[in-house]
């Protein structure tokens, strides 16, 4: 007989986040975790209390994957390498997306990674009020380019000569004529990729928070 390794919340976690990965949030459940593990159920409520702990669980997950900042380093660097990561993570990971913020039992991970970002801007001479702004609006950024993203109507690697082909005859020149003029000289022969626009725009976004910061007193 085969023995199962130890049921332990770790094993739980990274089932949970398996068949997230798989069917996503609505299809999580004690049961399909527990099916994941070969388990019974209520073998999961001598390490969990239930979904919603286990939905934390997922959260705090979330950002173990995601590198932290040294807090020692030039802030710009730091955030642009933070960003790169949750934006990594949460590409691999969509149902993160809805997640990690919403959870009113911040993990440990979690809080450590808060903790730490607002350590750097702050160690970089950010007073606390622009350290939240630049957090927020940092994260408000990744957040909504990898929804963006996620939902583009054609997908990571497609040729988007193909999409473009596809809807010419609903872009009349005449009509939308600033739409053709983009397309024309930006995307058709470009082998453009909508990801391409994620690290210009996260420096038009840390150019602005330097202004600011250079702006204190």
């Known amino acids: 007989m085969v ?16 068949v997230a990965d798989r069917s996503g949030l609505a299809q999580l459940s004690m049961r399909n975790v527990a099916q994941e593990l070969g388990v019974e ?21 979330a950002f173990t994957q995601i590198e932290l900042p040294d807090p020692r380093q030039p802030w710009r ?21 809805g997640l990690i913020e919403s959870r009113r039992s911040p993990g440990p991970a979690l809080l450590r990674h808060h903790e730490t970002v607002l350590a750097c801007l702050r160690h970089n ?34 040729n988007a000569d193909e999409f473009v082909a596809e809807i010419r005859e609903l872009l009349p020149a005449d009509k939308y004529p600033h739409l053709v003029e983009m397309i024309s000289e930006q995307v058709l022969g470009k082998d453009y990729a909508y990801g391409d ?8 976004l840390l150019d602005g928070l330097e202004r600011h910061l250079g702006r204190q007193p």
């Open 77 to 97: 660097r730091a955030m642009c390498e933070r960003a790169e990561a949750a934006r990594r993570v949460l590409a691999l990971h969509p149902w993160t997306l």
């Open 125 to 158: 001479g950010f007073p606390v009020a622009l350290a939240m702004h630049a957090f927020s609006a940092i994260d408000a950024y990744v957040y909504g380019f990898v929804l963006t993203e996620l939902n583009l109507p054609f997908g990571t690697g497609e």
């Open 3 to 18: 023995r199962r390794p130890a049921l332990t919340h770790e094993r739980i976690i990274d089932a949970a986040v398996r």
């Open 41 to 61: 159920a209520m073998s999961l409520y001598h390490h969990l209390d239930g979904k919603h702990a286990l939905l934390d669980g997922l959260a705090n997950w």
């Open 197 to 204: 626009e994620f690290a210009f725009g996260l420096e038009l």
